[in-house]
């Protein structure tokens, strides 16, 4: 386990990193650059240290779909490598259920409890309202009461937007550990009668914890892209300011994902090439160091011309695991590095792609000098129950702050004023009475 170190407070010392420099500002560039005085800091890295996912007990097999829509098992998998696909059944499963329980295992795996996260960055194209944020409702769940948090919206690219937001946060100093989510109920936006969406999509959830260390290594560079001229090309038309859900938007079916296959299929086999291309060169690696690569697992076909053919990064080194799962959209690169991990595809020192492209249009890339140890850790029966416990007492705290909150709600805050819920009307909640309208006396001609 890469062992994480708080940098120490300004002031005290430490190593400088390199000297930053201005340029247009009128100095002499020949000379020297003084040492900026005030707090000295050392160099900072963000490293992945645990990892978790979770998806529903129920599976879809292309054999089901072919009772559902005109398809076939032969046509899915020669076009998009699936085989099936798993999906909240139970109305109970929801993006939050999905996410706390992944959040759950990759802080168990840290070692480290939901009180010390900084930050919770959910990413989510199905959140579980449109406000408040899904990653709220699990910072409540998980206890995580010192975490800010917020949602991402960057589609199937969020869980590497989400990597580059945390990655900021802690080089910034802001944050030690910060937890990124992806999670989907996608089978609740797919229109199960449109044969052309419904085979590919499937729900799950994966989480990692990214933490402060000065070990060198760990996410090192991160490339973001977005074209909004392809918005509509993969798009839930419905429900938003543009067109608010109306009973004419459902009974039509604008709630449901609508698809340009085709193009969307084109703009991924271009960007994952380029975007890959980008974060190697940034962190100084080439293609042929690369040991892992975890692309986005929409599309087998997909991957095979964008990293395979164009990068010719050879297959035993690219992690497929969408025959399983299907497209999880940001769910698929979390939930295929757990899996990775499990298959001892990874192993510290290793150079290691995440790639990723969705609506948006949206693309992002990071690449990793891996350094945390991957082996697995034996449950430890009293630190299991102790987090068992932090849960518990998290959801009573939850239960004790609503009970407050209602208290509140119903007290008087005047206390010379009765209590509002008394049946008593309170003087300033009456409704001023308008004075009488005179009823202008009426002519003899209008009767
Ligand atoms: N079962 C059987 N036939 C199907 C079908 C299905 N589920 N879906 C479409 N077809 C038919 C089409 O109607 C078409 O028939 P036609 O030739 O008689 O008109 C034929 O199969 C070929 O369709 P086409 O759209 O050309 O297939 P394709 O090879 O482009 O594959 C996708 C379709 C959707 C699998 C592919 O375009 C794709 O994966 N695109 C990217 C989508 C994606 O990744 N989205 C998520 C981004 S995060």
Same mark, same amino acid.
Request: aromatic fraction near 6%; include cysteine; hydrophobic fraction near 40%.
């Given at each position: 386990?890469?062992?994480?170190?708080? +940098?120490?407070?300004?002031?005290?010392? *430490?190593?400088?990193?390199?000297?930053?420099?201005?340029?247009?500002?009128?100095?002499?560039?020949?000379?020297?650059?003084?040492?900026?005085?005030?707090?000295?800091?050392?160099?900072?890295?963000?490293? +992945?240290?645990?990892?978790?996912?979770?998806?529903?007990?129920?599976?879809?097999?292309?054999?089901?779909?072919?009772?559902?829509?005109?398809?076939?098992?032969?046509?899915?998998?020669?076009?998009?490598?699936?085989?099936?696909?798993?999906?909240?059944?139970?109305?109970?499963?929801?993006?939050?259920?999905?996410?706390?329980?992944?959040?759950?295992?990759?802080?168990?795996?840290?070692?480290?409890?939901?009180?010390?996260?900084?930050?919770?960055?959910?990413?989510?194209?199905?959140?579980?309202?449109?406000?408040?944020?899904?990653?709220?409702?699990?910072?409540?769940?998980?206890?995580?009461?010192?975490?800010?948090?917020?949602?991402?919206?960057?589609?199937?690219?969020?869980?590497?937007?989400?990597?580059?937001?945390?990655?900021?946060?802690?080089?910034?100093?802001?944050?030690?550990?910060?937890?990124? +989510?992806?999670?989907?109920?996608?089978? %609740?936006?797919?229109?199960?009668?449109?044969?052309?969406?419904?085979?590919?999509?499937?729900?799950?959830?994966?989480?990692?914890?990214?933490?402060?260390?000065?070990?060198?290594?760990?996410?090192?560079?991160?490339?973001?892209?977005?074209?909004?001229?392809?918005?509509?090309?993969?798009?839930?038309?419905? *429900?938003?300011?543009?067109?608010?859900?109306?009973?004419?938007?459902?009974?039509?079916?604008?709630?449901?994902?609508?698809?340009?296959?085709?193009?969307?299929?084109?703009?991924?086999?271009?960007?994952?090439?380029?975007?890959?291309?980008?974060?190697?060169?940034?962190?100084?690696?080439?293609?042929?160091?690369?040991?892992?690569?975890?692309?986005?697992?929409?599309?087998?076909?997909?991957?095979?011309?964008?990293?395979?053919?164009?990068?010719?990064?050879?297959?035993?080194?690219?992690?497929?695991?969408?025959? %399983?799962?299907?497209?999880?959209?940001?769910?698929?690169?979390?939930?295929?590095?757990?899996?990775?991990?499990?298959?001892?595809?990874?192993?510290?020192?290793?150079?290691?792609?995440?790639?990723?492209?969705?609506?948006?249009?949206?693309?992002?890339?990071?690449?990793?000098?891996?350094?945390?140890?991957?082996?697995?850790?034996?449950?430890?029966?009293?630190?299991?129950?102790?987090?068992?416990?932090?849960?518990?007492?998290?959801?009573?705290?939850?239960?004790?702050? %609503?009970?407050?909150?209602?208290?509140?709600?119903?007290?008087?805050?005047?206390?010379?004023?009765?209590?509002?819920?008394?049946?008593?009307?309170?003087?300033?909640?009456?409704?001023?009475?308008?004075?009488?309208?005179?009823?202008?006396? %009426?002519?003899?001609?209008?009767?």
């Amino acid at each position: 386990m890469v062992e994480v170190k708080q +940098i120490p407070p300004a002031g005290e010392p *430490g190593t400088n990193g390199a000297a930053g420099h201005t340029k247009g500002s009128g100095q002499d560039e020949s000379q020297p650059i003084a040492a900026p005085s005030g707090p000295v800091y050392q160099p900072r890295y963000a490293h +992945i240290v645990g990892w978790g996912y979770h998806v529903p007990a129920k599976v879809i097999t292309n054999q089901d779909l072919e009772q559902i829509v005109d398809t076939n098992d032969e046509w899915i998998r020669t076009r998009t490598g699936i085989a099936e696909r798993h999906v909240a059944a139970d109305p109970k499963e929801t993006s939050v259920t999905l996410a706390v329980a992944a959040a759950r295992k990759a802080l168990e795996v840290a070692d480290v409890p939901a009180s010390k996260l900084d930050l919770i960055i959910c990413s989510t194209t199905t959140p579980e309202y449109s406000f408040p944020a899904t990653a709220c409702l699990i910072q409540d769940a998980l206890g995580a009461h010192n975490a800010g948090a917020f949602d991402l919206s960057a589609a199937c690219s969020g869980f590497v937007y989400g990597l580059s937001m945390a990655r900021g946060q802690i080089l910034a100093g802001d944050a030690e550990y910060v937890l990124v +989510i992806g999670t989907e109920t996608l089978s %609740r936006i797919v229109d199960w009668t449109d044969r052309e969406t419904c085979i590919l999509f499937g729900d799950g959830a994966g989480a990692v914890l990214v933490a402060a260390s000065e070990v060198p290594g760990g996410i090192l560079a991160v490339d973001l892209g977005s074209d909004g001229s392809g918005g509509d090309t993969l798009i839930v038309p419905a *429900g938003g300011s543009a067109m608010p859900t109306s009973l004419e938007t459902v009974s039509s079916g604008m709630h449901y994902i609508k698809m340009d296959g085709k193009a969307v299929f084109r703009f991924a086999t271009r960007v994952m090439a380029s975007a890959t291309r980008k974060v190697l060169d940034r962190a100084g690696f080439t293609t042929d160091e690369v040991d892992l690569v975890v692309p986005h697992q929409a599309n087998i076909r997909i991957i095979q011309n964008s990293v395979l053919n164009q990068l010719k990064i050879p297959a035993d080194k690219v992690f497929v695991n969408l025959e %399983r799962y299907g497209n999880t959209s940001t769910a698929s690169i979390p939930i295929a590095l757990c899996e990775a991990i499990e298959a001892g595809k990874l192993k510290p020192g290793y150079k290691v792609v995440f790639v990723g492209f969705g609506a948006g249009l949206t693309w992002a890339a990071c690449a990793i000098d891996w350094r945390t140890p991957v082996e697995k850790q034996s449950t430890d029966w009293w630190k299991s129950t102790r987090r068992q416990a932090t849960y518990g007492a998290a959801a009573a705290r939850s239960m004790w702050k %609503r009970a407050v909150r209602w208290v509140y709600d119903v007290l008087p805050t005047d206390p010379e004023a009765p209590a509002r819920d008394d049946g008593k009307e309170r003087e300033k909640d009456k409704i001023p009475q308008e004075a009488p309208v005179k009823e202008p006396a %009426r002519s003899k001609e209008q009767g």
